[in-house]
Nanobody
Framework: QVQLVESGGGLVQAGGSLRLSCAAS????????SGWFRQAPGKEREFVAA????????YYADSVKGRFTISRDNAKNSVYLQMDSLKPEDTAVYYC?????????????????????WGQGTQVTVSY
């Protein structure tokens, strides 16, 4: 297991950009699928993006596809979420997570209950 710490959140105007970072502390971050989830006030946590360890394939929620980009730099033990063309509805606390258990492609990669290591979250606020 690794400890994950998110950073890079903040307040931006609609149309702006933010780059979120998820850094592993303690042990090396490796052999794990990684994902980003978000939770707005009064709402349930929802899937945003994920990157698969085996082939680096990426997955995105329809609401962010074409605007967000997930990437991973294993040498730096970090996962990133580049957020462009931000909208007010993107406002939420963003969490990075790792799925340590291997899952086949048929299992999907969007279910939060499959992830077992979570960061503390970073606030993203997008104004009009």
């Amino acid at each position: 297991q690794v400890q994950l710490v998110e950073s890079g959140g903040g307040l931006v105007q609609a149309g702006g950009s933010l780059r979120l970072s998820c850094a592993a502390s303690g042990r090396r971050f490796s052999n794990s699928d990684s994902g980003w989830f978000r939770q707005a006030p009064g709402k349930e946590r929802e899937f945003v993006a994920a990157i698969r360890w085996s082939d680096s394939s990426t997955y995105y929620a329809d609401s962010v596809k074409g605007r967000f980009t997930i990437s991973r730099d294993n040498a730096k033990n970090s996962v990133y979420l580049q957020m462009d063309s931000l909208k007010p509805e993107d406002t939420a606390v963003y969490y990075c997570a790792a799925r340590r258990t291997y899952y086949p492609l048929s299992s999907g990669i969007t279910r939060s209950e499959q992830y077992d290591v979570w960061g503390q979250g970073t606030q993203v606020t997008v104004s009009y």
